[in-house]
């Protein structure tokens, strides 16, 4: 099946710097991907999509000038978080949608954040 | 609005069979997607269905009823490593995925 890989799988950050996430689609292209945060015990929440050669698109309360993706390629977005803070941490996962296999979504291995 | 519903948690006996159910209620509808995701772990894919009916994968079964907004998705000699979360989503005329919160299933020896 598609692969999505996604890394750091964990990553533990000081209070103020910054972490970069990674998502890549290994073997489709993938013209828009997903990231979503997931708290412990709860459903995955959207934070954005990730769209190739243009702007993400935010949800509602997620703040675009913190969570920044690029997608610059058709197999490649990244989610950075700025300045981050301990309330940040949590488990951030990409998803990514080959356009050839209707709609599923294969997610990559999600990544956990923990800021102290 | 849009919205998914499914139960919060849910308990079995291993060697039994469980269901669980989701509604959903959308803008246009293009499929129901069931993921599985163990503690800590990304979602790992279960089963997507579009047309109305059961689809059977093994011991995991997927129905649909699209003029109910209803689908279940049934587990059958449930096993230990069963014990996880199960996401219902469903896809809306954007083709944008709807989460439910996921049910946490339990599963007993």
């Known amino acids: 099946g598609a692969v999505v890989s996604q890394h750091p799988s964990r990553v533990i950050c000081k209070s103020g710097t910054s972490v970069k996430i990674e998502c890549r689609s290994l073997?489709?292209?993938?013209?828009?991907m997903f990231w979503y945060r997931q708290f412990p015990k709860q459903s995955l929440m959207l934070m954005a999509t990730s769209n190739e050669g243009s702007k993400a698109t935010y949800e509602q309360g997620v703040e675009k000038d913190k969570f920044l993706i690029n997608h610059a390629s058709l197999t490649l977005s990244t989610l950075t978080v700025t300045s981050a803070h301990p309330e940040d941490s949590s488990f951030y996962i990409c998803?990514?949608?080959?356009?050839?296999?209707?709609?599923?979504?294969?997610f990559g291995q999600g990544t956990r954040l923990t800021v102290v | 609005g849009q919205n998914i519903d499914q139960p919060t948690e849910m308990t079995a006996t291993e060697g039994a069979i469980v269901q669980i159910n989701c509604t959903y209620q959308t803008s246009g509808f293009n499929g129901l997607f069931w993921y599985q995701q163990h503690a800590g772990e990304a979602p790992t894919f279960l089963s997507y269905?579009?047309l109305d009916g059961l689809e059977e994968k093994g011991r995991f079964s997927s129905f649909l009823s699209r003029s109910k907004g209803y689908s279940y998705l049934l587990l059958k000699e449930l096993q230990m490593k069963d014990s996880a979360s199960y996401l219902c989503a469903a896809v809306d005329s954007n083709y944008q995925l709807i989460w439910g919160a996921g049910t946490k299933l339990i599963i007993k020896p």
């Open positions: 269905n579009v």
């Open positions: 998803s990514a949608r080959d356009p050839d296999r209707h709609t599923e979504a294969f």
């Open positions: 073997d489709f292209q993938a013209t828009t």
